[in-house]
């Protein structure tokens, strides 16, 4: 079912979205890296996202959860910049749990 829900919210971002280059990440996770992006035009783009997945049609009634944030890239490491966004990703999960 995490599946279903992944392909759904990756076909309404490419459909809607011009910027970025998006791709699973872990389990129920994926990562949208945006090129000669500000700060602000990402917030924008993720602040857009759970409208947009609130809008989609589903087969079911999914509970459908949505966790996002911005790293700036700058000079870091790819490495160094999957494993801090990991450790956001988790933190936000996590917070939603409460």
Excluded: C, M
């Excluded at 759970?50 to 509970?63: A, G, N």
């Excluded at 996002?68 to 160094?80: K, M, S, V």
Aim: no cysteine; aromatic share 8%; net charge positive.
């Amino acid at each position: 079912y995490v599946d279903y829900v992944l392909i759904k919210v990756l076909a309404l971002y490419k459909a809607t979205e011009k910027n970025g280059q998006i791709g699973r990440h872990g389990g129920d996770e994926f990562l949208i890296f945006l090129h000669n992006t500000s700060r602000e035009e990402g917030f924008g783009i993720i602040e857009r996202i759970p409208q947009k997945i609130r809008e989609i049609v589903w087969e079911s009634d999914p509970k459908v959860t949505i966790s996002g944030g911005i790293i700036l890239a700058g000079t870091d490491e790819l490495t160094h910049l999957f494993r801090k966004a990991d450790q956001l990703l988790s933190k936000a999960k996590h917070q939603h749990k409460k």
